[in-house]
């Protein structure tokens, strides 16, 4: 198992999958072809989970890890008593929307001072590590196969293949080597025929293909590079022949060390894919949004039927329901946190508050990109309609406990949402539609909101109805524009959650029993809506500071997992959307707030 934490990991993709690379050099979690297929390195949850290892021979005295500029390219120094040597890694992306795209992991080590051995270990483990890659020595490299496996290793060192295929080597200043492993379908042969000059240029095009990328972004503001650092993370975790958007890269990471939430997220959450497709819209990339609305749209035309509502809480990136959530019993956990989950059990949940995340991401692209066709305004009134028959009942919210269904207030407000924008996007653009009964709905829900969502003795907006919980989801209220951010209800409620929520900028999602054993860290999603509700509240010094104080619980590349724990360790699946388009969104409007 690595032995390495969370938080220094790196992460590098091509737009269909991704994989994490330690700062000691290893790669320990990749999944082939795509982000939800079985992984083939997963030492991040078990040492015989395969791994690809690249280090120096000698002691190291000091490792670092950073990206080359405004780009998706890694590179991990190794300092040594003998010198210094880089590995760059990175998966070529050289165009947008490649129909020749192949997926490759190339790893190119160049010796920058002094002379310095190296060694290398490529242990390929099939499906989680429930199957064996047989390595076969190939003029050139290594061909690995298994089931619904077929890899290619090319390399410019000789390579033993006598147990684990392995490589020893010698770096003076000035020299590289490569080493490139190709994807490719089960039962094929892989490219071996390795070119030193063609790895160049697949190095010089993929930097060229993220600068060009960011070049269109339209912030400019004081955080640039931190701002920029989740564009491309976010941009790293798209799907781009669906155009979905996944929740994260990983799967099986804990929220708490030895506890049991370890889900797997390498799926579509509608909600985070909402939110990511406003942060996008917000940065300039219409692109990915009308890929993403694309994708989004086909959801809207089947919908399904059953208790849960036209919409799934969260989809395959093909759309397709995710796979039933069941352990990998054989695997430990990272830091023997079982079980390791696959699939996820929340597909199916009643999460009624998706409605209005959806809705109004579709507004905004319908306001700011290049609009919605009448047949996506149908189906989404064939989806309000459902809302309306359905906004007022018992659901499992957004956060997605396993401890039964409540009348939640985030559920509420945005099933308000909902039907506000539909409202909107009817009256701006002249779009026929049940004006009348959509108003009568979001005003009931408005009045039942303020009435039973309120506790007056509190002074808070509260969970669930009839209940003293405090949830940082209603961080969001005059965000989504419900209620100006100097509604007094609304302050008072800020700092009910400053006081029993925030430890310094840190903030909780909730302090109540769900269902599931243990406790968790704070949530840095939830910590970036504290900075924005501070803004927008008016208090600029205090969420300036939270903001800058929230950067320093980056890892060393400005990268997020899910949650931070008691000793700022980076906890759950990583990095995560979620906190990338929150810290987006929270940069962008304290930025114009402090102008």
């Given at each position: ?462 969970q669930r109805y009839g209940s003293t919980t405090l949830d940082a989801s209603l961080l969001l209220m005059p965000m989504v524009k419900f209620v100006a951010p ?110």
């Amino acid at each position: 198992m690595s032995d390495l934490p969370i938080a220094e990991h790196g992460l590098i993709g091509d737009l269909r999958s991704a994989a994490l690379v330690g700062t000691d050099g290893t790669i320990d979690w990749f999944c082939p072809r795509r982000f939800d297929a079985p992984s083939v390195f997963a030492a991040l949850l078990d040492g015989g989970g395969g791994h690809w290892t690249m280090a120096p021979t000698c002691e190291v005295a000091a490792r670092s890890q950073f990206y080359f500029p405004d780009s998706a390219v890694l590179v991990t120094r190794f300092l040594t008593e003998h010198g210094i040597v880089e590995v760059q890694d990175f998966m070529p992306v050289l165009r947008r929307d490649d129909p020749d795209h192949h997926q490759r992991l190339v790893r190119r080590v160049v010796g920058v001072r002094g002379t310095v051995g190296m060694r290398t270990e490529i242990a390929p483990r099939p499906d989680y590590a429930r199957s064996d890659a047989i390595a076969k020595a190939v003029p050139g490299g290594v061909w690995f196969s298994g089931d619904d496996l077929a890899l290619g290793l090319g390399a410019t060192v000789g390579i033993d293949v006598s147990g684990d295929v392995t490589a020893g080597f010698v770096l003076d200043e000035g020299a590289s080597e490569i080493f490139v492993l190709d994807v490719a379908d089960a039962g094929a042969e892989p490219p071996v025929d390795l070119r030193p000059t063609e790895v160049d240029a697949l190095f010089d095009a993929t930097v060229v293909f993220w600068r060009g990328w960011l070049a269109t972004s339209s912030y400019t503001g004081r955080w640039r590079e931190v701002v920029h650092r989740s564009a491309i993370t976010l941009k790293l975790l798209t799907h781009e022949p669906s155009g979905a958007v996944v929740a994260a890269p990983t799967m099986g990471l804990p929220e708490q060390l030895g506890g049991e939430r370890n889900w797997d997220y390498r799926y579509v959450w509608l909600r985070d894919a909402a939110f990511s497709l406003y942060a996008l819209l917000r940065l300039g990339f219409t692109a990915e949004a009308e890929a993403f609305v694309g994708w989004l749209t086909d959801r809207f035309a089947a919908p399904r039927d059953g208790e849960s509502g036209p919409l799934r809480v969260m989809y395959t990136i093909d759309g397709e329901p995710p796979p039933d959530e069941g352990p990998l019993a054989h695997l430990a956990g990272y830091r023997d946190s079982a079980p390791v989950l696959v699939g996820n059990g929340a597909g199916d949940q009643l999460q009624l508050d998706v409605y209005g995340e959806i809705i109004d991401s579709v507004y905004l692209f319908d306001k700011y990109g290049s609009g919605i066709s009448h047949g996506d305004w149908e189906n989404l009134c064939v989806v309000i309609d459902w809302l309306r028959e359905h906004w007022d009942q018992p659901d499992e919210g957004i956060w997605e406990t396993r401890g039964g269904r409540g009348d939640h207030v985030y559920s509420r407000l945005m099933c308000w949402v909902a039907l506000e924008r539909m409202i909107r996007m009817a009256r701006r653009r002249g779009l026929p539609g049940d004006l009348t009964g959509w108003t009568t709905t979001r005003d009931e829900i408005y009045r039942q909101i303020m009435d039973k969502g309120w506790d007056a003795e509190r002074g808070a907006f509260v969970q669930r109805y009839g209940s003293t919980t405090l949830d940082a989801s209603l961080l969001l209220m005059p965000m989504v524009k419900f209620v100006a951010p100097t509604e007094p209800r609304f302050l008072s409620t800020l700092d009910a959650i400053r006081n029993e929520l925030v430890v310094d900028t840190l903030v909780f999602r909730y302090d109540a029993a769900d269902g599931l054993d243990g406790d968790e860290g704070t949530f840095s999603m939830c910590s970036f809506w504290y900075v924005e509700a501070l803004t927008r509240a008016g208090r600029l010094d205090d969420a300036r500071v939270a903001l800058e104080k929230m950067f320093t619980y980056a890892n060393h590349l400005g990268l997020y997992a899910e949650e931070i724990g008691l000793t700022g360790d980076q906890l759950g699946n990583f990095p995560q959307a979620f906190t990338h388009l929150s810290l987006v969104s929270a940069a962008i409007n304290l930025d114009r707030a402090l102008r």
